[in-house]
């Protein structure tokens, strides 16, 4: 759910600033994956029927990562379905199953790639041998988000499958229970949809699938991971007081099944992970937080014109470097950023026309790693915003943001009565109690 926050400030002889922000409450349903900053994201993934030649059949299967800013990392998609008969992939080209299973039954004649009733496919990595290639294949599992590379977001392959024995001749059936194998997606039934076309001869001839069939796979942080995984502590160049990270924000330092690492001590040596096996839980650095990733927001200057920010991301698990990270915020003077340094900015625009939401991410073989905690595992940017006339002010923490997400997943805030306040205005508002402050709450239904 989602929903505008109206704040009207009055006072006497005071101007009347009228502060509009989009205001999450983060009770995000664990059953509809909806994210208010990216409402289609989804992954998907197409089945194109290419040719049938009475016994087996060709698939071309592509994989779309329809998301703003989401990205599949290392160790990637594992995409997996559920065969209606007996079906056996006879071979694939740009990815490979991970279990050939038992092909006894073609025993005597060349085997098969796979005879899973449940096969597990895996993308190849970088290089793999080149009659085993497809092309956009090959990329070890990993998806960009669109913004971030608009051509590394999809990944295709290609098989020949064999029909189930009991139906040698015309009908083919679509597979059930598709699953990318990455936490937090969930995806629905196949559906048929006009085949897809496709480009020959420099664009001048068309052809096309014979059948093509949708999966729409859906993220949701709360399956993902039912606590946080990321905080915001902030702090302002007219206050000393740094605001830290909400405590217990990802976990409670002490409680059971909360291991982490004390100042000083090094963490125990860990092997790290092979390609294509899951991620390792985060070992974190003891914290009151306890999160493997912090986001600092300090609200560094101000000149006549425009104000800068610091933003810092730092990282605190000791088994991950995060590649291709990126940051989502939201604020309302977004709209009049002039200037990011070191890192990579976009605006997006979810609702059209309200430039309040950016994305920042790492500027290539520079910083777009974020290193496992230690002394380089942190990223930092500065950015100029141009203070807008109408609405710009030090006052009600207005400065700092109302939302972040890393990796796509929503970062804790502090409470907002806890943001670094004004010298004076602390002063001035115990002082005039008439101050009025009127709230209103539009939920907006989508
Ligand atoms: C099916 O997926 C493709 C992308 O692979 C997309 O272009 C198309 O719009 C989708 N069709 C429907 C009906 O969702
Ligand atoms: C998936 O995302 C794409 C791109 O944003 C969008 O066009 C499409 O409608 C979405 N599909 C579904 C089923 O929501
Ligand atoms: C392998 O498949 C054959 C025939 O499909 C079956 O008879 C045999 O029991 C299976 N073996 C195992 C170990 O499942
Ligand atoms: C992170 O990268 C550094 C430098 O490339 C490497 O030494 C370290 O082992 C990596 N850590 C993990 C958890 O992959
Ligand atoms: C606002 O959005 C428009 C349209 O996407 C974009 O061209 C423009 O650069 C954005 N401005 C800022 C300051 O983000
Ligand atoms: C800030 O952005 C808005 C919307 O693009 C524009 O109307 C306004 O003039 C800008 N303000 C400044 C100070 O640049
Ligand atoms: C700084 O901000 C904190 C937190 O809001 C507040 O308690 C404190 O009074 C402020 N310090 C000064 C000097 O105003």
Same mark, same amino acid.
């Given at each position: 759910?989602?929903? *505008?926050?109206?704040?009207?400030?009055?006072?006497?002889?005071?101007?009347?600033?009228?502060?509009?922000?989009?205001?999450?409450?983060?009770? $995000?349903?664990?059953?509809?994956?909806?994210?208010?900053?990216?409402?289609?994201?989804?992954?998907?993934?197409?089945?194109?029927?290419?040719?049938?030649?009475?016994?087996?059949?060709?698939?071309?299967?592509?994989?779309?990562?329809?998301?703003?800013?989401?990205?599949?990392?290392?160790?990637?998609?594992?995409?997996?379905?559920?065969?209606?008969?007996?079906?056996?992939?006879?071979? @694939?080209?740009?990815?490979?199953?991970?279990?050939?299973?038992?092909?006894?039954?073609?025993?005597?004649?060349?085997?098969?790639?796979?005879?899973?009733?449940?096969?597990?496919?895996?993308?190849? $990595?970088?290089?793999?041998?080149?009659?085993?290639?497809?092309?956009?294949?090959?990329?070890?599992?990993?998806?960009?988000?669109?913004?971030?590379? !608009?051509?590394?977001?999809?990944?295709?392959?290609?098989?020949?499958?064999?029909?189930?024995?009991?139906?040698?001749?015309?009908?083919?059936?679509?597979?059930?229970? *598709?699953?990318?194998?990455?936490?937090?997606?969930?995806?629905?039934?196949? *559906?048929?949809?006009?085949?897809?076309?496709?480009?020959?001869?420099?664009?001048?001839?068309?052809?096309?699938?014979?059948?093509?069939?949708?999966?729409?796979?859906?993220?949701?942080?709360?399956?993902?991971?039912?606590? !946080?995984?990321?905080?915001?502590?902030?702090?302002?160049?007219?206050?000393?007081?740094?605001?830290?990270?909400?405590?217990?924000?990802?976990?409670?330092?002490?409680?059971?099944?909360?291991?982490?690492?004390?100042?000083?001590?090094?963490?125990?040596?860990?092997?790290?992970? /092979?390609?294509?096996?899951?991620?390792?839980?985060?070992?974190?650095?003891?914290?009151? /937080?306890?999160?493997?990733?912090?986001? /600092?927001?300090?609200?560094?200057?101000?000149?006549?014109?425009?104000?800068?920010?610091?933003?810092?991301?730092?990282?605190?698990?000791?088994?991950?470097?995060?590649?291709?990270?990126?940051?989502?915020?939201? /604020?309302?003077?977004?709209?009049?950023?002039?200037?990011?340094?070191? *890192?990579?900015?976009?605006?997006?625009?979810?609702?059209?026309? $309200?430039?309040?939401?950016?994305? +920042?991410?790492?500027?290539?073989?520079?910083?777009?790693?974020?290193?496992?905690?230690?002394?380089?595992?942190?990223?930092?940017?500065?950015?100029?915003?141009?203070?807008?006339?109408?609405?710009?002010? +030090?006052?009600?923490?207005?400065?700092?943001?109302?939302? $972040?997400? +890393?990796?796509?997943?929503?970062?804790?805030?502090?409470?907002?009565?806890?943001?670094?306040?004004?010298?004076?205005?602390?002063?001035?508002?115990?002082? @005039? !109690?008439?101050?009025?402050?009127?709230?209103?709450?539009?939920?907006?239904?989508?």
């Amino acid at each position: 759910m989602n929903s *505008f926050m109206f704040v009207v400030q009055r006072s006497r002889g005071m101007p009347l600033f009228v502060f509009i922000f989009l205001f999450l409450f983060s009770s $995000i349903s664990p059953s509809c994956g909806y994210d208010p900053l990216d409402p289609q994201a989804n992954i998907t993934i197409t089945w194109d029927l290419m040719l049938d030649n009475g016994g087996t059949y060709d698939v071309r299967v592509s994989i779309y990562n329809f998301q703003l800013f989401r990205h599949v990392e290392r160790p990637g998609w594992k995409l997996s379905w559920t065969w209606r008969g007996d079906e056996a992939i006879w071979d @694939m080209w740009g990815a490979e199953a991970t279990q050939q299973g038992n092909c006894s039954r073609f025993r005597g004649q060349v085997l098969p790639h796979s005879c899973e009733k449940r096969p597990e496919i895996v993308d190849l $990595i970088p290089g793999a041998a080149y009659n085993k290639q497809f092309a956009n294949c090959c990329k070890g599992g990993v998806l960009t988000s669109m913004t971030q590379d !608009p051509t590394m977001y999809f990944a295709t392959f290609r098989m020949n499958v064999n029909k189930p024995s009991s139906d040698n001749n015309a009908i083919y059936f679509m597979p059930l229970n *598709f699953n990318l194998g990455l936490p937090g997606y969930t995806c629905g039934d196949a *559906f048929e949809v006009p085949p897809t076309r496709f480009r020959e001869d420099g664009s001048r001839r068309r052809t096309q699938a014979l059948e093509t069939w949708n999966v729409t796979c859906i993220y949701s942080q709360f399956r993902a991971s039912p606590t !946080p995984k990321c905080c915001v502590s902030l702090s302002a160049f007219y206050n000393s007081t740094i605001v830290p990270c909400p405590q217990c924000s990802c976990a409670c330092q002490g409680l059971a099944g909360a291991k982490c690492v004390k100042p000083g001590e090094t963490p125990p040596l860990l092997e790290l992970p /092979h390609a294509n096996e899951e991620e390792p839980q985060p070992l974190v650095a003891c914290s009151r /937080h306890m999160c493997p990733t912090q986001v /600092h927001w300090h609200v560094k200057q101000s000149y006549k014109e425009y104000w800068r920010v610091k933003i810092t991301i730092t990282n605190l698990n000791f088994v991950k470097n995060y590649s291709m990270w990126n940051l989502v915020a939201l /604020h309302p003077n977004l709209r009049n950023v002039t200037q990011v340094f070191s *890192f990579n900015y976009q605006p997006l625009n979810s609702y059209a026309n $309200i430039n309040d939401t950016g994305m +920042f991410w790492g500027i290539q073989y520079y910083n777009d790693m974020l290193l496992q905690s230690g002394p380089s595992g942190n990223v930092q940017t500065e950015m100029l915003l141009h203070k807008d006339s109408g609405i710009f002010t +030090f006052r009600e923490g207005w400065t700092f943001p109302r939302r $972040i997400s +890393f990796n796509g997943d929503e970062c804790v805030l502090p409470p907002p009565d806890q943001y670094p306040t004004l010298p004076n205005v602390a002063h001035s508002a115990t002082a @005039m !109690p008439s101050i009025l402050f009127s709230l209103f709450f539009i939920v907006l239904v989508f």
